[in-house]
């Protein structure tokens, strides 16, 4: 289940948005086919740490290495990274102007130069994984919010990944429309690839993941297992945020 | 039937809201009201429409002017110095006035071209990451944006183009090209035979850099590989004719503007009027433009950015087929309205003297007096200018729009 | 992380956060700024040195001339010819009857006066001290008292409108143009959004033709088909007739607006009207036509603007407004060649005004999104 490959590695880890110290001494290790999940208060820098790693956002203290490469301004050494890491946002952030079909082939043909017929074939496989092949020729805008997310999904996957990073996927869905995520995430997890989640459904990791993070203030407060942290966090935040939470 | 076109006119007004009211009240049918309502109003409009006809009949006849479109083939006489097509004064009203109109349509088609290619590099330096390059671009749009066209127009004529040099110290730039105070200088070209061929080769690259472009397309979806088809179509449509013009001895001479006595004679003229129209046209309508383009860069959502960039696909590729298509939706009905609004601005041109369709038909009009024709056709062609742009641009607009529920 | 001592209520720790640190100085202040934002990268840093070349270029002339060499008091003789700066004693020879044209110098107070009350009514509008429906009635409140302050009549002697002009008559034809365009161009939308098939196609063929033709024929039009259509024997002189002219362009680009207002009114609006049975004025103007102008008005300050400039066409028709005045002064044989002072100066009047009423529609508009 876990292998012993280190996969991302942030050490020492700074960041500041202007003046503003946003990620403090961040020091996270995942492994291979590990499952994280991050979860916080909003502002604590959840966000912030999971686009770092994929360089959506700039770390200026410490470094961060992914799959062995360190992330710098070298432009050739991110795009290879950004090919390797696949993101779904909390507003899916499908392109509107093309079809589905078209959104899951993009990076495929544009990134990885795939002839048409190829990548529609992979894209094809990814939407029914998703159980959506029937709308490979829609608009995002005739899609309801759980299948354009779910597309969102298959558009990372079809880049055939080794991380993927989730940004509070369901946050911006319906409350109906949050399982049916949720369910292929799990199924996702399931299938051993890396994921690093920044999510409040603690159903999800209680269900698949290996470890939870739980941040505040830009740091790092506490990991530990599953059943532990629920059970018994180590400091009084990490208490004060479930009950928040698991009050809900 | 002496009558006071106010009274009556305020008369029927009071009746219509009372009809609408009491039918309201009393009949309570929405339909009959309705209906009773508007043939209200059009027996108003057409007593109206009979009033103006009777007053005008009668004006026309007071004044002793004439009606109709004769005086079109009458020999107008008019002097005009920059025209598209040969003219001499002995030639009709009529055909001054088609000149003028040619004129109009000549500068809104390369105002429109012009101020298009302006206002995209102004847009996308206001968006620009460097700091400098994006308030300078913001000084020029706040600046422009905030005065009046007529005072750039003035400007430009009576300041910019009145200082340049007499013709005997005009600048010259470049071999052939000279700027004096009478107007810009150009060599003009003189096609010979044999120069259809250089045209038919260019027509020829364009078409073969057609297929190319169109080949290409296929060939990525087959392969995957890119091929540089806008390099190559480039080269093509700039080499073949090359080529064939030298291969046909060179089938062009050029008419070099030289002064003789005092002014210029030969080349290609651009006339101060039209240069002064023309940069001020541009220039203002750009800014307007800039600013349309700006919105709509701005209008697609961040997201779309983060989304492309985690693929690992280039900035260029992400600016051509993300960000662009969908900034279109936006800027294209705003820039409908400028458009359009650049076509009519062109009837400024009437304050600095050159010779459009509205100073052509001012000029006939202050000779016979036959405003109510001249002004019908002046309103006829800039309708049917303003129908055929947006024509264009809503087909454009219909290209980009989303597919929602 | 910074553990600290167990707290005695809870076997749980207590999470101290780390202080912030300051970013690193590369990255902030103006060294950062620079490096960020005008030289990062080689396009970037040729760009920038293009920029400040042009700046370099035009800002130190322009400054010489404008300021440290022009001449600012004195008569014609203090500008000679080839000077190289600007002649502000021009504009100051010449600022009254670029204010108001050929007003008699002796009833300047009427004027003054008028601008004063404008000046006034301007701050009760930006400092939003009535609501919207009392401040239109205040400015049309003001109307005729102020017209009769500047033509005359009963105790005060008649001024001829011919001899009205100047930066006066660009404002009063503006503001006139744009108070009276208002009702007629709300009246011209709610026929066009209506139901009734004549009522709409009468609107669509005044509004179409009127914004698909430039202002200047309807200039014309104003100016020499007018005097056509009265009966014979009646004139209006060319001044009414122009306003007449700016009110109905005015009022067509406005009905466009307000239509766009309409269209923004959810149909639930107009039901719950019905239902609490209000006939069609009474819904219109108290339900509808506040929350379509609401939508508006960012735009409708947008037309205000360019009605302002628009007015400028005027000089076409033989008005001497603000931009007449400046291009005839001029031409004043006594001070010939100073152009370019008369110009910018209009240039500076004109962008102040219309630049004032752009940042307002900016900060209703912001006040719009805020709420």
Same mark, same amino acid.
């Given at each position: 289940?876990?292998?012993?490959?280190?996969?991302?590695? +942030?050490?020492?880890?700074?960041?500041?948005?202007?003046?503003?110290?946003?990620?403090?001494?961040?020091?996270?290790?995942?492994?291979?086919?590990?499952?994280?999940?991050?979860?916080?208060?909003?502002?604590?820098?959840?966000?912030?740490?999971?686009?770092?790693?994929?360089?959506?956002?700039?770390?200026?203290?410490?470094?961060?290495?992914?799959?062995?490469?360190?992330?710098?301004?070298?432009?050739?050494?991110?795009?290879?990274?950004?090919?390797?890491?696949?993101?779904?946002?909390?507003?899916?952030?499908?392109?509107?102007?093309?079809?589905?079909?078209?959104?899951?082939?993009?990076?495929?043909?544009?990134?990885?130069?795939?002839?048409?017929?190829?990548?529609?074939?992979?894209?094809?496989?990814?939407?029914?994984?998703?159980?959506?092949?029937?709308?490979?020729?829609?608009?995002?805008?005739?899609?309801?919010?759980?299948?354009?997310?779910?597309?969102?999904?298959?558009?990372?996957?079809?880049?055939?990944?080794?991380?993927?990073?989730?940004?509070?996927?369901?946050?911006?869905?319906?409350?109906?429309?949050?399982?049916?995520?949720?369910?292929?995430?799990?199924?996702?997890?399931?299938?051993?690839?890396?994921?690093?989640?920044?999510?409040?459904?603690?159903?999800?990791?209680?269900?698949?993941?290996?470890?939870?993070?739980?941040?505040?203030?830009?740091?790092?407060?506490?990991?530990?297992?599953?059943?532990?942290?629920?059970?018994?966090?180590?400091?009084?935040?990490?208490?004060?945020?479930?009950?928040?939470?698991?009050?809900? | +039937?002496?009558?006071?076109?106010?009274?009556?006119?305020?008369?029927?007004?009071?009746?219509?809201?009372?009809?609408?009211?009491?039918?309201?009240?009393?009949?309570?049918?929405?339909?009959?009201?309705?209906?009773?309502?508007?043939?209200?109003?059009?027996?108003?409009?057409?007593?109206?429409?009979?009033?103006?006809?009777?007053?005008?009949?009668?004006?026309?006849?007071?004044?002793?002017?004439?009606?109709?479109?004769?005086?079109?083939?009458?020999?107008?006489?008019?002097?005009?110095?920059?025209?598209?097509?040969?003219?001499?004064?002995?030639?009709?009203?009529?055909?001054?006035?088609?000149?003028?109109?040619?004129?109009?349509?000549?500068?809104?088609?390369?105002?429109?071209?012009?101020?298009?290619?302006?206002?995209?590099?102004?847009?996308?330096?206001?968006?620009?990451?460097?700091?400098?390059?994006?308030?300078?671009?913001?000084?020029?749009?706040?600046?422009?944006?905030?005065?009046?066209?007529?005072?750039?127009?003035?400007?430009?004529?009576?300041?910019?183009?009145?200082?340049?040099?007499?013709?005997?110290?005009?600048?010259?730039?470049?071999?052939?090209?000279?700027?004096?105070?009478?107007?810009?200088?150009?060599?003009?070209?003189?096609?010979?035979?044999?120069?259809?061929?250089?045209?038919?080769?260019?027509?020829?690259?364009?078409?073969?850099?057609?297929?190319?472009?169109?080949?290409?397309?296929?060939?990525?979806?087959?392969?995957?590989?890119?091929?540089?088809?806008?390099?190559?179509?480039?080269?093509?449509?700039?080499?073949?004719?090359?080529?064939?013009?030298?291969?046909?001895?060179?089938?062009?001479?050029?008419?070099?503007?030289?002064?003789?006595?005092?002014?210029?004679?030969?080349?290609?003229?651009?006339?101060?009027?039209?240069?002064?129209?023309?940069?001020?046209?541009?220039?203002?309508?750009?800014?307007?433009?800039?600013?349309?383009?700006?919105?709509?860069?701005?209008?697609?959502?961040?997201?779309?950015?983060?989304?492309?960039?985690?693929?690992?696909?280039?900035?260029?590729?992400?600016?051509?087929?993300?960000?662009?298509?969908?900034?279109?939706?936006?800027?294209?009905?705003?820039?409908?309205?400028?458009?359009?609004?650049?076509?009519?601005?062109?009837?400024?041109?009437?304050?600095?003297?050159?010779?459009?369709?509205?100073?052509?038909?001012?000029?006939?009009?202050?000779?016979?007096?036959?405003?109510?024709?001249?002004?019908?056709?002046?309103?006829?062609?800039?309708?049917?200018?303003?129908?055929?742009?947006?024509?264009?641009?809503?087909?454009?607009?219909?290209?980009?729009?989303?597919?929602?529920? | 992380?910074?553990?600290?001592?167990?707290?005695?209520?809870?076997?749980?720790?207590?999470?101290?956060?780390?202080?912030?640190?300051?970013?690193?100085?590369?990255?902030?202040?103006?060294?950062?700024?620079?490096?960020?934002?005008?030289?990062?990268?080689?396009?970037?840093?040729?760009?920038?040195?293009?920029?400040?070349?042009?700046?370099?270029?035009?800002?130190?002339?322009?400054?010489?001339?404008?300021?440290?060499?022009?001449?600012?008091?004195?008569?014609?003789?203090?500008?000679?010819?080839?000077?190289?700066?600007?002649?502000?004693?021009?504009?100051?020879?010449?600022?009254?009857?670029?204010?108001?044209? +050929?007003?008699?110098?002796?009833?300047?107070?009427?004027?003054?006066?008028?601008?004063?009350?404008?000046?006034?009514?301007?701050?009760?509008?930006?400092?939003?001290?009535?609501?919207?429906?009392?401040?239109?009635?205040?400015?049309?409140?003001?109307?005729?008292?102020?017209?009769?302050?500047?033509?005359?009549?009963?105790?005060?002697?008649?001024?001829?409108?011919?001899?009205?002009?100047?930066?006066?008559?660009?404002?009063?034809?503006?503001?006139?143009?744009?108070?009276?365009?208002?009702?007629?161009?709300?009246?011209?939308?709610?026929?066009?959004?209506?139901?009734?098939?004549?009522?709409?196609?009468?609107?669509?063929?005044?509004?179409?033709?009127?914004?698909?033709?430039?202002?200047?024929?309807?200039?014309?039009?104003?100016?020499?088909?007018?005097?056509?259509?009265?009966?014979?024997?009646?004139?209006?002189?060319?001044?009414?007739?122009?306003?007449?002219?700016?009110?109905?362009?005015?009022?067509?680009?406005?009905?466009?607006?307000?239509?766009?207002?309409?269209?923004?009114?959810?149909?639930?609006?107009?039901?719950?009207?019905?239902?609490?049975?209000?006939?069609?004025?009474?819904?219109?103007?108290?339900?509808?036509?506040?929350?379509?102008?609401?939508?508006?008005?960012?735009?409708?300050?947008?037309?205000?603007?360019?009605?302002?400039?628009?007015?400028?066409?005027?000089?076409?028709?033989?008005?001497?407004?603000?931009?007449? +005045?400046?291009?005839?002064?001029?031409?004043?044989?006594?001070?010939?060649?100073?152009?370019?002072?008369?110009?910018?100066?209009?240039?500076?009047?004109?962008?102040?005004?219309?630049?004032?009423?752009?940042?307002?529609?900016?900060?209703?508009?912001?006040?719009?999104?805020?709420?």
């Amino acid at each position: 289940m876990v292998s012993k490959d280190i996969i991302i590695q +942030m050490i020492d880890v700074n960041k500041w948005y202007g003046s503003f110290h946003v990620l403090k001494e961040i020091n996270l290790t995942v492994h291979k086919g590990e499952r994280i999940v991050v979860c916080g208060p909003s502002g604590s820098g959840k966000s912030t740490l999971i686009r770092c790693i994929n360089r959506l956002e700039e770390h200026q203290g410490g470094r961060i290495l992914v799959d062995g490469i360190e992330l710098t301004k070298n432009l050739k050494k991110i795009e290879k990274i950004r090919s390797e890491v696949g993101m779904v946002f909390q507003n899916f952030n499908l392109f509107p102007h093309l079809t589905i079909l078209k959104n899951l082939t993009f990076a495929l043909i544009w990134a990885r130069r795939m002839p048409r017929a190829e990548a529609e074939k992979i894209a094809m496989k990814h939407l029914e994984r998703v159980r959506i092949p029937e709308q490979a020729n829609k608009f995002p805008g005739q899609l309801s919010g759980g299948q354009q997310q779910r597309v969102a999904i298959a558009r990372a996957l079809c880049m055939n990944p080794k991380i993927m990073l989730f940004d509070e996927p369901t946050s911006a869905l319906d409350p109906e429309m949050i399982k049916e995520v949720l369910d292929v995430m799990v199924e996702l997890a399931r299938e051993g690839i890396t994921m690093v989640c920044v999510t409040h459904e603690m159903s999800f990791a209680k269900t698949v993941a290996d470890r939870v993070i739980f941040m505040d203030c830009g740091e790092i407060v506490e990991e530990n297992e599953p059943e532990k942290f629920f059970r018994s966090p180590k400091y009084d935040r990490t208490q004060l945020f479930l009950n928040q939470i698991l009050q809900a | +039937m002496v009558s006071q076109i106010p009274v009556t006119g305020f008369l029927f007004a009071i009746l219509c809201c009372r009809a609408m009211n009491i039918s309201l009240h009393k009949l309570n049918d929405g339909r009959i009201t309705g209906l009773l309502m508007q043939l209200v109003v059009v027996a108003g409009i057409i007593y109206l429409g009979y009033l103006l006809f009777e007053n005008t009949q009668a004006n026309l006849e007071a004044r002793n002017i004439a009606s109709g479109f004769g005086f079109m083939s009458v020999e107008g006489g008019l002097p005009i110095s920059n025209t598209l097509l040969p003219y001499t004064p002995a030639d009709t009203y009529g055909y001054a006035f088609f000149i003028g109109v040619l004129n109009t349509l000549y500068v809104a088609l390369f105002g429109i071209i012009a101020t298009t290619l302006i206002g995209i590099f102004i847009g996308v330096a206001r968006v620009s990451s460097n700091w400098l390059i994006a308030r300078l671009a913001g000084i020029y749009v706040e600046t422009l944006r905030n005065i009046p066209l007529l005072l750039i127009l003035f400007f430009s004529y009576g300041v910019v183009l009145a200082g340049l040099p007499g013709p005997k110290t005009s600048l010259n730039p470049f071999f052939g090209c000279f700027i004096n105070i009478r107007g810009l200088y150009l060599p003009k070209p003189i096609f010979q035979d044999g120069f259809g061929f250089v045209v038919l080769a260019l027509v020829l690259g364009a078409i073969i850099a057609w297929v190319v472009s169109r080949w290409s397309v296929d060939y990525r979806d087959r392969t995957g590989i890119s091929i540089p088809s806008g390099w190559i179509g480039s080269a093509l449509i700039i080499s073949l004719p090359l080529i064939t013009y030298f291969i046909a001895g060179g089938p062009l001479e050029w008419d070099i503007a030289a002064l003789k006595g005092f002014n210029f004679k030969g080349g290609l003229v651009f006339r101060p009027e039209f240069s002064a129209l023309m940069i001020g046209l541009v220039l203002y309508t750009a800014a307007f433009i800039g600013e349309n383009v700006r919105s709509g860069i701005q209008s697609v959502d961040a997201g779309q950015l983060d989304a492309a960039k985690s693929f690992g696909v280039s900035k260029g590729k992400i600016m051509r087929r993300i960000i662009l298509p969908q900034a279109l939706r936006v800027t294209i009905p705003a820039t409908t309205n400028d458009y359009t609004s650049l076509v009519k601005n062109s009837s400024l041109a009437v304050a600095i003297g050159y010779p459009d369709m509205v100073s052509v038909g001012g000029t006939i009009i202050g000779q016979n007096d036959q405003a109510i024709e001249i002004i019908g056709l002046w309103m006829a062609v800039y309708l049917a200018i303003n129908l055929i742009v947006s024509t264009i641009m809503n087909w454009a607009n219909s290209k980009v729009q989303l597919v929602e529920r | 992380m910074g553990p600290s001592a167990s707290s005695s209520s809870s076997n749980l720790l207590v999470f101290v956060p780390r202080p912030s640190l300051p970013a690193p100085r590369q990255t902030v202040g103006i060294i950062g700024w620079l490096g960020a934002s005008l030289f990062n990268g080689w396009f970037n840093s040729i760009l920038t040195l293009i920029g400040l070349g042009l700046l370099w270029e035009t800002v130190p002339p322009l400054l010489s001339w404008a300021i440290f060499n022009a001449v600012w008091t004195g008569g014609p003789a203090d500008c000679p010819a080839g000077h190289n700066g600007a002649c502000w004693a021009f504009i100051y020879d010449k600022f009254r009857i670029l204010m108001v044209g +050929m007003y008699p110098a002796e009833q300047i107070w009427r004027p003054l006066l008028a601008g004063g009350i404008f000046v006034v009514l301007g701050a009760v509008t930006v400092f939003r001290l009535l609501n919207p429906l009392r401040l239109i009635a205040l400015w049309f409140l003001f109307l005729l008292p102020v017209y009769w302050l500047i033509s005359g009549g009963l105790c005060l002697t008649v001024v001829d409108q011919s001899l009205w002009g100047g930066l006066m008559l660009s404002l009063g034809l503006a503001f006139v143009g744009i108070l009276m365009s208002l009702p007629l161009g709300i009246l011209l939308a709610l026929g066009r959004y209506s139901n009734f098939a004549i009522i709409k196609s009468i609107c669509v063929g005044i509004i179409e033709p009127v914004r698909g033709v430039p202002l200047i024929t309807i200039l014309f039009m104003a100016s020499v088909m007018m005097p056509l259509f009265l009966p014979v024997g009646i004139n209006i002189n060319n001044l009414l007739r122009v306003q007449i002219g700016i009110i109905l362009f005015s009022a067509a680009y406005i009905a466009e607006v307000v239509r766009g207002g309409l269209q923004a009114i959810p149909l639930g609006q107009y039901d719950a009207a019905k239902s609490i049975g209000l006939n069609y004025w009474k819904t219109t103007v108290l339900i509808i036509l506040p929350q379509a102008l609401r939508h508006v008005i960012p735009s409708l300050i947008g037309r205000c603007i360019a009605l302002f400039k628009d007015t400028s066409l005027v000089i076409i028709v033989g008005l001497l407004d603000f931009l007449g +005045m400046v291009k005839a002064s001029a031409q004043d044989p006594d001070w010939l060649g100073h152009d370019a002072e008369a110009y910018v100066f209009c240039s500076i009047i004109y962008w102040v005004i219309c630049f004032s009423m752009s940042r307002y529609g900016h900060s209703l508009e912001q006040k719009k999104e805020a709420e």
